[in-house]
T-cell receptor, first 107, second 115 residues
Framework: QKEVEQDPGPLSVPEGAIVSLNCTYS??????FMWYRQYSRKGPELLMY????GNKEDGRFTAQVDKSSKYISLFIRDSQPSDSATYLC???????FGPGTRLSVLP | DTEVTQTPKHLVMGMTNKKSLKCEQH?????MYWYKQKAKKPPELMFV???????INESVPSRFSPECPNSSLLNLHLHALQPEDSALYLC??????????????FGDGTRLSIL
């Protein structure tokens, strides 16, 4: 079992939709989680960083951690075509990334 | 533009060549990382340096040789690579090691092609 699992998509949504991206992890010792956005031919860009259970909001992005179910989520409100990218979740404990979800936001 | 700068952006080399990838950051970070990323796959950790000392080597073949000359610079020396080594090589840095609550910041990578 991989330590961080993520639905690879691809996921296509219309512009303005709310997007939900999800990851699960297997190691209960994991405490820190990051969400990265990666555009084609670019490096991963840090979007959100969370430590505890609960929600963290930054503009149109909300990161959610549920440690009881080992589930982490990223919500994107009012999605834009510029949000089209691959979204990677990562555990901060051991430098492990999920496989990434490819998102397309259609105008 | 990212705060982690990688050069060159693209590199094509033969299997017998020797080349180096360079990474620089001026954020005062004390941990630096090399990752390898194949197409449509997540980054895979190769090496971690903490305070200029090699902290983690993820069983990387010896044809990849990392070097950390100072706290701002990280090099990856390449020799006798194989075609399967063609990939995007990413450098990252963080204030301290990521497993002590410090997220990583990435450069845009060097796209390496082995002929």
């Amino acid at each position: 079992q991989k330590e961080v699992e993520q639905d690879p998509g691809p996921l296509s949504v219309p512009e303005g939709a709310i997007v939900s991206l999800n990851c699960t992890y297997s190691n209960s010792a994991f405490q820190y989680f990051m969400w990265y956005r990666q555009y084609s031919r670019k490096g991963p860009e840090l979007l959100m960083y969370t430590y505890s259970s609960g929600n963290k909001e930054d503009g149109r992005f909300t990161a959610q951690v549920d440690k009881s179910s080992k589930y982490i989520s990223l919500f994107i409100r009012d999605s834009q075509p510029s949000d089209s990218a691959t979204y990677l979740c990562a555990s901060g404990q051991n430098f492990v990334f999920g496989p990434g979800t490819r998102l397309s936001v259609l105008p | 533009d990212t705060e982690v700068t990688q050069t060159p952006k693209h590199l094509v080399m033969g299997m017998t060549n020797k080349k180096s990838l360079k990474c620089e950051q001026h954020m005062g970070h004390r941990a630096m990382y090399w990752y390898k990323q194949k197409a449509k796959k997540p980054p895979e950790l190769m090496f971690v340096y903490s305070y200029e000392k090699l902290s983690i080597n993820e069983s990387v073949p010896s044809r990849f040789s990392p070097e950390c000359p100072n706290s701002s610079l990280l090099n990856l020396h390449l020799h006798a690579l194989q075609p399967e080594d063609s990939a995007l090589y990413l450098c990252a840095s963080s204030p301290g090691l990521t497993n002590s609550n410090q997220p990583q910041h990435f450069g845009d990578g060097t796209r390496l092609s082995i002929l």
